[in-house]
């Protein structure tokens, strides 16, 4: 019953990120769109170039990310002292969360910057993503428990994951 107290708590607290995030993001978007923060006095005419690269790095970061979270998830062997799925989880959310924000952003700040729809769209698009990133209780708690079909005790799947915290920690140095 406590970590299940503990485990609420932690999607509690990556809920208000989450909502956090996307409330700052849509008033920033607001005021942009509005003309209430004029980034520049006029439009200013952004190189094709760049527009390409940043449509590219959105299209590339919002796939990236969302498979990136599932993967981190994934790599974890079931199940896992609750403790460690928390820390797991909350890696993954926030790495997600931020990624498809700071892409939102940077698509905000250039529709700000130029009034070209494409950056527009692009937001747009991007606020639609937010839906798939919400953190859950049923996913963090998937982690403490086997999955069907497998057989594995707490103890080997936190072997694992010390021996992939080790494998990081040797890699890093």
Known sequence: MREENRMESRVTVLSRHYYGSI???????????????????????????????????????????LRLFAWMLK???????????????TKASHLRLYTISAVTLLNILLFGMSRNTNFLWMTAVLFVIFLYCKPSYAELSSLTTLPEGKSTTEEEGMEDLEKEDDDEEAAGK
């Open 75 to 89: 790599k974890v062997s079931r199940p896992v002292a609750t403790e460690m799925a928390m820390r797991v989880y």
């Open 23 to 65: 409330i700052s993001l849509m008033l920033v978007f607001l005021l942009v769109l509005f003309r209430v923060i004029p980034l520049f006095g006029e439009s200013e005419l952004i190189s094709i170039t760049l527009e390409r690269y940043s449509l590219m790095i959105s299209l590339i970061a919002i796939p990236l990310s």
